[in-house]
């Protein structure tokens, strides 16, 4: 099992950049595909981009792919998601995922509490 807190999140203006980190803790989590989802309000969850544990595959949304980047630490047990070129209607509560094995982008199963990411235009 493995317990996921979100840090990173603020007001940006268009254009911007943040780097959105998510600590996990727990053991083996180089065997833990990790992914990063936002909700925006009055819409769904959506999938924004996800690493394997090992970092070799990466997995982007059309939406965000160019712009987005996902990394992680092994060693520091941390995800990052780094956002450039923001638009406001990338404002949304970001929050990390992690699944125990490969990349399922519908079927992670640990979740944190989200960190809000607003954009003004």
């Known amino acids: 099992q493995v317990q996921l807190v979100e840090s990173g999140g603020g007001l940006v203006q268009a254009g911007g950049s943040l780097r959105l980190s998510c600590a996990a803790s727990?053991?083996?989590?180089?065997?833990?595909?990790m992914g990063w989802f936002r909700q925006a309000p009055g819409k769904e969850r959506e999938f924004v981009a996800a690493?394997?544990?090992?970092?070799?595959?990466?997995y982007y949304a059309s939406s965000v792919k160019g712009r987005f980047t996902i990394s992680r630490d092994n060693a520091k047990k941390t995800v990052y998601l780094q956002m450039n070129s923001l638009k406001p209607d990338d404002t949304a509560v970001y929050s990390c995922?992690?699944?125990?094995?490969?990349?399922?982008?519908?079927?992670?199963?640990?979740w944190g509490q989200g960190t809000q990411v607003t954009v003004s235009s």
């Open positions: 690493v394997s544990g090992s970092g070799d595959s990466i």
């Open positions: 995922a992690g699944r125990f094995g490969p990349v399922v982008t519908t079927e992670f199963d640990y």
């Open positions: 727990g053991r083996a989590f180089s065997s833990y595909a």
